[in-house]
């Protein structure tokens, strides 16, 4: 099974940015496509980003679409969430998982793994 580990969340302003780290124990992680997703106060979990195993395909939501960026590295066990030009509403908190199925590319995620999560304030 895989282990994953968030980081990299923290205070920000509204207009400024932060990259989010998802480490990943398991030799089997760079077969997983991997997700972002968050929960607000309040609001219903969010399926904000998702990335396939070679990073050869990509979803967003709309509400971060042009404004956040997934990446991988496989040699890294790494997943990456870099978020730019954020705003109020995208604070949360902030969790990566491994995807099941192809579902995602339409952005119903199914998950499987997934970790404790990292904290995103923005600030207005």
């Known amino acids: 099974q895989v282990q994953l580990v968030e980081s990299g969340g923290g205070l920000v302003q509204a207009g400024g940015s932060l990259s989010l780290s998802c480490a990943a124990s398991?030799?089997?992680?760079?077969?997983?496509?991997v997700g972002w997703f968050r929960r607000a106060p309040g609001k219903e979990r969010e399926f904000v980003a998702g990335?396939?195993?070679?990073?050869?395909?990509?979803y967003y939501a709309d509400s971060v679409k042009g404004r956040f960026t997934i990446s991988r590295d496989n040699a890294k066990n790494t997943v990456y969430l870099q978020m730019n030009s954020l705003k109020f509403e995208d604070t949360a908190v902030y969790y990566c998982?491994?995807?099941?199925?192809?579902?995602?590319?339409?952005?119903?995620?199914?998950?499987?793994?997934w970790g404790q999560g990292t904290q995103v304030t923005v600030s207005s």
């Open positions: 998982a491994t995807l099941v199925g192809t579902t995602w590319y339409a952005g119903k995620a199914d998950f499987g793994s």
């Open positions: 398991g030799r089997t992680f760079r077969s997983y496509a």
């Open positions: 990335i396939s195993w070679s990073g050869g395909r990509t």
